[in-house]
Structures are given as C-alpha cells and as structure tokens.
C-alpha cells in the first residue's frame, strides 16, 4: 500500500491562477518531498521538507507541511502553461530506508 | 557534470523471459534506487543501493533483484517477467541514502511484455 495520498486526483486551472495540491500519509514521516512528472517521464525534485519544519519556498513553490494532521500541501503561485504535469509527494519514516510515493495529481493548465 | 542516464528506452519481451536495466547514475552519487511505475499510479520502490550493498527493499518478489558496481552504476534484473511486470522502470541516484537527500531521476525504461 501507499504511504501518500495526493488530493485531488486531477486539478484544472487557468493559466496565472493559483494551484494548490494536498498530501496526507499514514504513519510518522523523517521528511517529505514533493517531485513533478511530466508525461511519464523521469520525475524531477521540487522541495524536500523535513519533519521538524513547517513551510519552506522555492520560487513559485510554496510547501507546509503539519505532522498533527499527517498532511501536507503545495502551493504554485501565478501558474503557467510549463506547470502542466503530475505531482507526487513521498515521504520515508525513521530507520527506513524506503521511499514511498502517492498516486500524484494531475495538473492541468489551461490557456 | 552528467546526469542520470538509462537503457534501454524501450524493451518488449515475452511472459517468462528475463530483462536486465541498466542505469548510470549522476557522477558523484553513491545511491542508487529502482522505481516501478505502472501507468497512472505513483512509482512503487523496488530496491535502493548504497556503496554496491542492497540497502532497503520494497514489497517485490525475490525475482527482482539488482546490483551496483564500483562506479555506483546499477542494473535491475527481472526473471520470468510476467503480464504485470509491464511499467516504466525508473532508476534515481543521489548522494547518501534517498529519504533524506533529493534523487535525480532518468528518463526511464519501458518495458512491455506480451
């Protein structure tokens, strides 16, 4: 089974909106990590925040993470055609090596 | 600097046939892990290696099985492949154990099996 579940499924918004993706997970988390996905090709990282954290930015990206409710969310900012992809979180527990990602959601920007 | 490179792009083999992939990983990464993506789903963690050791596994049968040499590049082989073992395989590198540092990911390896 999957440790992260993304909310929603699939998300369409228009070009210069806001996007915003959520994350929740099962057991207690060491960090976790947002990537993006385009067209089923090799996954490219995005922000890794760990468990003692509670928002971090990068760029456009912001992420919070609250490790009471076991969820996440990122956030894009003023979003753009280049944005359309999916988008996985993963997180790893302490003393496991395993990384576990959800089933993404599938972003869709629109003109 | 290269980054995480894959091959083959594409393979199609038949039920209980072996497949051996091949990743090279980004130079001056020592970890290595395999992914499995069927389509639609996240990726599902096969195996990660670390300085050429098995250092963790995911929930696959024992005919999943890898290697990492010297150079920190891998191979995942698969034996007698079944219907389901058709995805997209994928390989990471990263620098010490993937949880805690960001993984870079190849284009992946398609792998079909009639």
């Known amino acids: 089974s999957q440790q992260g579940e993304e909310d929603p499924q699939a998300l369409s918004i228009q070009e210069g909106e806001n996007a915003t993706m959520n994350c929740s997970y099962k057991?207690?988390?060491?960090?976790l990590q947002w990537y993006r996905q385009n067209s089923g090709r090799g996954l490219v990282h995005l922000i890794l925040?760990?468990?003692?954290?509670r928002e971090k930015h990068s760029g456009r990206l912001r992420v919070t993470l609250d490790t009471s409710k076991k969820s996440s969310s990122l956030l894009i900012t003023a979003s753009r055609a280049a944005d359309t992809a999916s988008y996985f979180c993963?997180?790893?527990?302490?003393?496991?090596?395993?990384?576990?990602f959800g089933k993404g959601t599938r972003l869709h920007i629109l003109p | 600097e290269t980054g995480v490179t894959q091959s083959p792009t594409h393979l199609i083999k038949t039920r209980g046939q072996q497949v051996t992939l091949r990743c090279s990983s980004q130079?001056?990464?020592?970890?290595v892990s395999w992914y499995q993506q069927a389509l639609g789903q996240g990726p599902q963690f096969i195996f990660q290696?670390?300085?050429?050791?098995?250092?963790g596994r995911g929930n696959f049968p024992p005919r999943f099985s890898g290697l990492q040499f010297p150079n920190y590049s891998s191979e995942l082989n698969v034996n007698a492949l079944e219907l389901d073992d058709s995805a997209l395989y994928l390989c990471?590198?990263?620098?010490?154990?993937?949880?805690?540092?960001?993984?870079?990911f190849g284009p992946g390896t398609r792998l079909t099996v009639l």
């Open positions: 990471a590198s990263s620098y010490g154990t993937s949880g805690t540092n960001e993984q870079f």
């Open positions: 057991t207690s988390i060491n960090n």
């Open positions: 925040i760990r468990s003692n954290e």
């Open positions: 993963a997180t790893d527990a302490w003393g496991d090596d395993k990384i576990i």
């Open positions: 130079s001056g990464h020592n970890t």
């Open positions: 290696y670390y300085r050429e050791e098995e250092n």
